[in-house]
Structures are given as structure tokens and as C-alpha cells.
């Protein structure tokens, strides 16, 4: 069951905050005999990063977001970046060190983007850190991570505690990013259940026509705005896809 997080002027009760947070609680918290790796995945969009920098701050836990760019060494120099940590001489001392800290602190590890670190081959020296810590990591990736590790990565596979998938915005979201982020302009839920529509439930969309129904709002002089006036207007919903020909 997806645990409730409530907090009116935070983003946390939006369900994938709840999910990123369960789960991080479901290896914080599982015997000492099962492996402490879990998942989080889903398209872009869905603000798992978001969830993620709330489970940071639920759990005190190490974060990192990968890059494109990044070598093992890059990998190892962030990570002891983010633990205070004066980096050691060589890949096997800073594997060691950030093994060692996890296991000492007993502080989860959050690593977003891990996408990158399969496409670089560099999941072993993931596996390695976990082995070495026995420690609750978090990777987070896009929908698709979990086959990719499940068809070339078997044993880092192997050591997955569970998956938790990202989900599309429900009203009760869009609802709560309307009051978080338009606090003076009241968006009616006409509105609102039109723009989950046309973002197909994609927060990060969602938030960006929330912000442009704001601005819209406040250079009319209004305090409230509904679907009849958008239409009226012919208010283009951002969608982030191409506009059809002939406009």
C-alpha cells in the first residue's frame, strides 16, 4: 500500500513522493538477510527527481545525479563530494571510502539519472559499493532501466530488493501543484482536469501551464480562472509536442 504523506505547502502529498519514499522505507527497513537495492522508475516528467530531494531530506541520505559525461572516477569523486569526504588516490580507495562511510553512517544512498551509469558500463562499481556497504541504495531511472539491467546486468539484478514505478499525475495532484504553485490565483477543477488531459498526466508539463494560466490570471486582473474562459480565449495548453500544420 502507498503510504500517505501529508504537508499542504510542501510537495509532499503527491503520489510520487510517496512511492519514492516507500520506496527507500522498504530496504531501510527489510531484514538483514535480503539486499538493500531498490528501484524507482518511469518516463520523464513524472518529477522523480523532485521525489527524490523529499526522501533526501525524510532520510538524511547521500545523493547523487548522474551525468552523461561521468567516468567511474567521476561517479566516486561526487559521490564522496556529497559525504564531506577527501577523495583517496585511486578508483579502489574512493570504492572503499564510500563503501565505508555508508556502512558507518547507515545513511541511504540516492543515485537519480542511474541510466547513464548502465550506458557506461559502470554498474559493477555500483554493485561493488553495495556489497562492501550492505546499505539501503535508491537508484532512480527512466521506464525502461529495469530491462536493460535485467538483459545485460544479472547479478546487479539479482540484488534488487523490489521496483516501484512512477505514475502519471492524478486529479489530487494536479489539484495540490495548482495550490503549491498559483497559492493567489484559483485554477476551478474544470481547468485543472483539462490540463492532466492534454499533459497526459506529466507533472512537469502540468506545472509549466500552471504557471502560464498564472501569468494569464494576473495580466487580466483575475483571481479565479476556469475552462470556459481558456476556451473562449483559445489559451494554448503547452503539450511539448510540435504544433499541427497550419497554425
Known sequence: MT???????????LRNVSLCLEALESS???????????????????????????????????????????????FLLAALKSMGIEPGRNISEMTDQVSEELSLSERPFIIDE??????????????????????TI??????????KLQ??????????????????????DVQHLSR???PDITITDDLLAHLNDQCDGVVRLICININKIQEEARSQGLDTIDFDYVRRKRFEVYTGRAPRRGR
Open 180 to 182: 503549491l504553485y498559483s
Open 138 to 147: 535508491l537508484i532512480i531511472g527512466e521506464e525502461n532501466v529495469e530491462t
Open 28 to 74: 531501510i527497513n527489510r531484514p538483514s538477510h535480503l539486499p538493500g537495492i531498490v528501484g524507482f522508475a518511469g518516463q520523464s516528467g513524472l518529477g522523480k527527481s523532485f521525489s527524490a530531494a523529499y526522501a533526501v531530506n525524510m532520510h538524511r541520505a547521500y545523493y547523487i545525479e548522474c551525468r552523461s559525461t561521468w567516468t567511474r572516477k567521476s
Open 151 to 172: 538483459k545485460k546486468w544479472k547479478r546487479f539484478h539479482n540484488r534488487m530488493l523490489s521496483w516501484y514505478k512512477a505514475q502519471i499525475a492524478s486529479m489530487e
Open 114 to 135: 542511474f541510466d547513464y551509469i548502465v550506458d557506461k558500463g559502470m554498474v559493477d562499481l555500483v554493485r561493488d559499493i553495495f556489497e562492501g556497504s550492505q546499505s
Open 3 to 13: 503510504k500517505t504523506v501529508t504537508g499542504d505547502n510542501t510537495t509532499a502529498p
